[in-house]
C-alpha cells in the first residue's frame, strides 16, 4: 500500500482477483504517466491522411496497438492541433474507443447511449452512421450540464444531424421509449472508474469498497431498465472504466442469470485483442497496453 501509494482495500482485491504477480505489475503500470491519445474521426479523414497533417505540425505520431483508429501522440496537447479544430480528431483513451468500436454499428440502425456525456462514445457511434439514411444514436444522461456537453462534442465532430439527446436517469426510460426501440444500446456504465487511476490519480483516494458494491447495483439496475428496448436479435454492450470483478464479471453474471432471453456474445475488436482468451467479455488491464483500464461485455437477445 505504501509503496504505490494504494489503499489497502484496493491492494487486497488485486490480489484475491488477479493473483500477486498480475496485481503488482497493475500496481506498478497505474503510476505511469498517461499516454496522449486521440481517435481519429475516419468517417471525415483517413488515418494516413490524419498521421500525415499531424507530423507536419510537429507532432511525434504512433499507431495504436488497441484501437484500429486511434494515434498516440508525442510533442505537444492534441488540443493544439488543426484536426482537433476542425473537429476530425477527439481526445479519447486508446481502451474507451474499443467499446463503440465492438459494436455492430450499421449506418441506419437507431442507437442508444444510455449514460453518454461527456460524448465521446456517442460521437464514435454518429461517426459510423448515416444522416441520409435515418440512423440516429439518442444520448441519455442524467445532469443537464453533461447533457449540454454531449451536444457540444457531437456539434464539434459534425455529428449532430445524428445525435439526440436527452436529461434521463437511464433507469427510469421504461416510460420513455418503447418496448424493442434500439437495434443496438451501449451502456457506459456509471463505475468506480478504478482503470483509470494513471490519469486520474485521485480516484484511488476517493473511492472505498462500499462504493463499488453500490455502484455494482446500479450497473444491473441501469442494464435491467434498458433490457426490454433493445429489439429482438440486437445486442447490449456494456462496458466500464474500471478493473474489479464486483463491476464487471459479477455484474455480467448477474444480468444473464435474470434475464434468459439474452445470451452472451463474444466481444471482437479490429484488432482482435486477446484473441486467444476464453471469455466473451473482454478485459483490458492497465499493464495490458499501457491503456487506461477497461471492461467489455456483450448480450444478444434472442427472444
Not at 135 to 142: E, K, N
Request: net charge negative; hydrophobic share 40%.
Amino acid at each position: 500500500s505504501l509503496t504505490y501509494s494504494v489503499p489497502e482495500w484496493l491492494i487486497s482485491a488485486f490480489n484475491e482477483q488477479l493473483g500477486e504477480k498480475k496485481a503488482t505489475s497493475v500496481l506498478e503500470s497505474i503510476n505511469h504517466p498517461a499516454n496522449q491519445s486521440i481517435r481519429v474521426a475516419i468517417d471525415q479523414i483517413s488515418m494516413a491522411d490524419a498521421t500525415a497533417a499531424l507530423e507536419e505540425e510537429g507532432y511525434k505520431v504512433t499507431l495504436s496497438q488497441v484501437s484500429a483508429a486511434g494515434l498516440v501522440l508525442g510533442g505537444k496537447p492534441a488540443n493544439q492541433a488543426k484536426l482537433f479544430h476542425d473537429g476530425q480528431i477527439t481526445i479519447q483513451d486508446e481502451s474507451a474507443m474499443l467499446p463503440a468500436e465492438s459494436m455492430h454499428i450499421k449506418p441506419d440502425m437507431m442507437v442508444l447511449d444510455a449514460c453518454s456525456a461527456p460524448g465521446g462514445k456517442t460521437v464514435q457511434i454518429a461517426g459510423q452512421l448515416s444522416a441520409e439514411k435515418r440512423g440516429q444514436v439518442v444520448a441519455l444522461d442524467i445532469h443537464d450540464h453533461k447533457v449540454r456537453l454531449v451536444q457540444q462534442n457531437a456539434k464539434r465532430m459534425h455529428v449532430d444531424d445524428r445525435v439526440v439527446t436527452q436529461t434521463i436517469d437511464a433507469r427510469k426510460i421504461q416510460a420513455v421509449f418503447e418496448d424493442q426501440t434500439f437495434d443496438e444500446i451501449l451502456v457506459d456504465a456509471p463505475c468506480s472508474g478504478i482503470g483509470l487511476v494513471r490519469r486520474k490519480p485521485e480516484i484511488r483516494y476517493e473511492k472505498q469498497l462500499k462504493d463499488v458494491q453500490a455502484l455494482s447495483k446500479i450497473q444491473l439496475a441501469i442494464l435491467d431498465a434498458v433490457a426490454q428496448k433493445v429489439k429482438i436479435n440486437g445486442i447490449i454492450t456494456y462496458s466500464t472504466c474500471t478493473i474489479l470483478n464486483q463491476e464487471n464479471r459479477d455484474v455480467v453474471a448477474a444480468f444473464l442469470a435474470d434475464h434468459p432471453n439474452f445470451e452472451s456474445q463474444r466481444v471482437v475488436t479490429a484488432r482482435d485483442l486477446k484473441a486467444d482468451r476464453t471469455t466473451d467479455y473482454l478485459e483490458i488491464y492497465p499493464d495490458d497496453y499501457d491503456t487506461d483500464g477497461f471492461f467489455i461485455g456483450q448480450f444478444k437477445r434472442v427472444r
